[in-house]
């Protein structure tokens, strides 16, 4: 389902997102239907909480392009980083949240600076990482003993 008209932003933010949808003026809905779609979105914040009672982990706090195989990975890692600070704030939460930006941000901000500077951003080398892909796969299932189903650049 697409989204075309500032109707249908408004339709689309009332149904899933009913508190966003009361804030949106029109210029808002507007912009967000001439804004072009893409297909990897990458998420950077200047913090991962709201008080003592807000903590926001993995995607919603610091998505980045699947390419760099990395989202999955780092979400975990929130939840280690965190549980740490819990303990060693004795589960105490309006001390351990606000930590956690403190301790997370800079690892989630080079996370996304790794992302955009991956070489998918080049449409040359992403053409390159695409045919080089296909040539594994194509090369695994004929010579499984010596060909990987994944190469790697
Ligand atoms: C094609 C692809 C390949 C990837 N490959 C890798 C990889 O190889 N390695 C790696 O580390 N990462 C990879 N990732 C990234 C990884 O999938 C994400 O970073 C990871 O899933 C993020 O986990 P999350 O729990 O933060 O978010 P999600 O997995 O997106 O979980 C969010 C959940 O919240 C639910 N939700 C959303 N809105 C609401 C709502 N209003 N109310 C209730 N629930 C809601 C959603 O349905 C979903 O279940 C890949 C991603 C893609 C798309």
Same mark, same amino acid.
């Given at each position: 389902?697409?989204i075309?008209?500032?109707?249908?932003v408004r339709e689309f933010f009332e149904h899933n997102f009913p508190e966003v949808a009361? &804030?949106?003026? @029109?210029?808002?809905? @507007?912009?967000?239907?001439?804004?072009?779609?893409? /297909?990897?979105?990458?998420?950077?914040? /200047?913090?991962?909480?709201?008080?003592?009672?807000?903590?926001? =982990?993995?995607?919603?706090?610091?998505?980045? +392009?699947?390419?760099?195989?990395?989202?999955? /990975?780092? $979400? &975990?890692?929130?939840?280690?980083?965190?549980?740490?600070?819990?303990?060693?704030?004795?589960?105490?939460?309006?001390? $351990?949240?606000?930590?956690?930006? $403190?301790?997370?941000?800079?690892?989630?901000?080079?996370? *996304? /600076?790794?992302?955009?500077?991956?070489?998918?951003?080049? *449409?040359?080398?992403? =053409?390159?990482?695409?045919?080089?892909?296909?040539? $594994?796969?194509?090369?695994?299932?004929?010579?499984?003993?010596?060909?990987? +189903?994944?190469?790697?650049?």
């Amino acid at each position: 389902m697409g989204i075309y008209s500032k109707l249908e932003v408004r339709e689309f933010f009332e149904h899933n997102f009913p508190e966003v949808a009361k &804030l949106m003026s @029109e210029s808002e809905a @507007e912009a967000f239907v001439k804004r072009p779609a893409w /297909n990897f979105v990458t998420i950077r914040c /200047n913090r991962y909480h709201q008080g003592d009672s807000v903590l926001i =982990v993995g995607d919603a706090a610091h998505a980045v +392009p699947p390419t760099i195989a990395q989202g999955c /990975n780092s $979400a &975990l890692e929130d939840v280690i980083v965190f549980d740490r600070i819990l303990d060693e704030y004795d589960d105490d939460y309006t001390k $351990a949240i606000p930590q956690f930006t $403190a301790r997370r941000i800079r690892d989630a901000h080079t996370l *996304k /600076n790794l992302a955009e500077n991956s070489i998918l951003i080049s *449409k040359t080398l992403f =053409v390159q990482f695409v045919l080089r892909r296909k040539f $594994a796969r194509t090369m695994n299932q004929l010579l499984p003993q010596f060909f990987a +189903p994944f190469f790697l650049i």
